[in-house]
Nanobody, 123 residues
């Protein structure tokens, strides 16, 4: 089990873009599938995107399709979430985590959660 660190969040106007990064705090990056989740105040944690260990398979929440792209560079031990055409409703803390079992949509099937990075989209 490894600890992850997210970065790249910030304040952006609606229609703008951000690229989030996720990397281990130390040690090697295991070849596990990874996912991004987000959580806004007062709301449940929400699935955003998934990527297989090799990068060959991806899956997106409906709200992310056509706007967000998940990718990874295993040589750099980094997973990315490119977010374009951002909307105010995208405002949340975004977390990266390691998928280790079961359905990719369920947060219970992930571990090694990072502290998260705040994304704020203004109108």
């Amino acid at each position: 089990q490894e600890q992850l660190v997210e970065s790249g969040g910030g304040l952006v106007q609606a229609g703008g873009s951000l690229r989030l990064s996720c990397a281990p705090s130390g040690g090697t990056f295991s070849r596990y599938s990874m996912g991004w989740f987000r959580q806004a105040p007062g709301k449940e944690r929400e699935f955003v995107a998934f990527i297989s260990w090799s990068g060959g398979g991806t899956y997106y929440a409906d709200f992310a399709k056509g706007r967000f792209t998940i990718s990874r560079d295993n040589a750099k031990n980094t997973v990315y979430l490119q977010m374009n055409s951002l909307k105010p409703e995208d405002t949340a803390v975004y977390h990266c985590a390691r998928h280790y079992r079961g359905q990719v949509l369920l947060s219970a099937n992930y571990d090694s959660w990072g502290q998260g990075t705040q994304v704020t989209v203004s109108s």
